[in-house]
């Protein structure tokens, strides 16, 4: 069983940063892909990036260059840091890891980019 636990989100002024982590426990395999997607309300969820065990990584187009994605494979947690936030980022943020074939999720934080 896989356990991911998230934390850092909350609320921001537009223009402002925050850094979201994401620490994975129970049976990880050497190889995995970590990331991070987000819902709004009313909308479907998206994929927001991910990066995998040996490094390889993608974003949302639209988040590239604000939004950086990092992992530290020794301690098996993936990092956000989001900048030059948007009230449009509001959302929840969910961490998410793949292996062997499945999805794990984390229960979700809250992203409010509200002035």
């Known amino acids: 069983q896989v356990q991911l636990e998230e934390s850092g989100g909350g609320l921001v002024q537009p223009g402002g940063s925050l850094r979201l982590s994401c620490a994975a426990s129970?049976?990880?395999?050497?190889?995995?892909?970590m990331g991070w997607y987000r819902q709004a309300p009313g909308k479907q969820r998206e994929l927001v990036a991910f990066?995998?065990?040996?490094?390889?990584?993608n974003y949302a187009d639209s988040l590239r260059g604000r939004f950086t994605i990092s992992r530290d494979n020794a301690k098996n947690t993936v990092y956000l840091q989001m900048n030059s936030l948007k009230p449009e980022d509001t959302a929840v943020y969910y961490c998410?890891?793949?292996?062997?074939?499945?999805?794990?999720w984390g229960q979700g934080t809250q992203v409010t980019v509200s002035s």
């Open positions: 998410n890891l793949f292996q062997n074939n499945r999805d794990y």
């Open positions: 990066k995998t065990t040996y490094g390889t990584t």
């Open positions: 129970g049976s990880i395999f050497k190889f995995n892909t």
